[in-house]
């Protein structure tokens, strides 16, 4: 059974680093692209950037290029999202997604919850 | 970037009543790489439509998409109690993938 299993809820203060993960089980991780999605609170979602765990080649919407990094340990089947200094703005619900052959998400992690307030 | 424009935002339904839902990109799609998802309160997206018409696995069948080109639909025949939540349309034949704004289908 393919499963994304990601980290906890953070709560963290402006200017705080935060690196969450997405652990993939069931499937052979380096062979597909695993795609970042944002959804603020009430809102719709947003497609960050995706990787591709074999040769972590990485792309970025630019919406989110240089404000996030997305990583990958292969090694233990995990992708991560990062943010070297957040804001209150980075408040959200974090996805992280699978893509199937062409790039659309059958499955998708449980979300993590990131509260960002001082 | 290709947008997507979703349409209308809220749709007021009764169950049994058949849904249609509008999805129009600023480009042309390529491939027809245009896909649906439903998302109910608290809970990750699910995809129920990909390659513009085809159904994933497990998506009743009640639940159609049709188009191409920049003009896409999601129709739901006779809508059911558990129908009722937000639809997003994603395209992913170009960079970066992008997603529609949201439907809401909520109850009248």
């Known amino acids: 059974e393919v499963q994304l299993v990601q980290s906890g809820a953070e709560v963290k203060k402006p200017g705080e680093s935060l690196k969450i993960s997405c652990k993939g089980s069931?499937?052979?991780?380096?062979?597909?692209?695993i795609a970042w999605v944002r959804q603020m609170p009430g809102k719709g979602l947003e497609w960050m950037g995706i990787i591709y765990p074999s040769d972590s080649d990485t792309r970025y919407s630019p919406s989110f290029q240089g404000q996030v990094t997305i990583s990958v340990d292969k090694s233990i089947s995990t992708a991560y999202l990062q943010w070297s200094s957040l804001k209150a703005s980075d408040t959200a619900m974090y996805y992280c997604?699978?893509?199937?052959?062409?790039?659309?998400?059958?499955?998708w992690g449980q979300g993590t919850l990131v509260t960002v307030s001082s | 970037e290709i947008v997507l424009t979703q349409s209308p935002g809220t749709l007021s339904m009764s169950p049994g009543e058949r849904a249609t839902l509008s999805c129009r990109a600023s480009?042309?799609?390529?491939?027809?790489?245009l896909a649906w998802y439903q998302q109910k309160p608290g809970q990750a997206p699910r995809l129920l439509i990909y390659g513009a018409s085809s159904r994933a696995t497990g998506i009743p069948d009640r639940f159609g998409g049709s188009g191409s080109g920049t003009d896409f639909t999601l129709t739901i025949s006779r809508l059911e109690p558990e129908d009722f939540a937000v639809y997003y349309c994603?395209?992913?034949?170009?960079?970066?993938?992008?997603f529609g704004q949201g439907t809401k289908v909520e109850i009248k």
């Open positions: 069931g499937y052979s991780f380096t062979s597909y692209w």
């Open positions: 480009q042309s799609v390529s491939n027809s790489y």
């Open positions: 997604a699978r893509h199937a052959s062409s790039g659309y998400y059958f499955y």
């Open positions: 994603q395209q992913y034949g170009s960079s970066p993938r992008t």
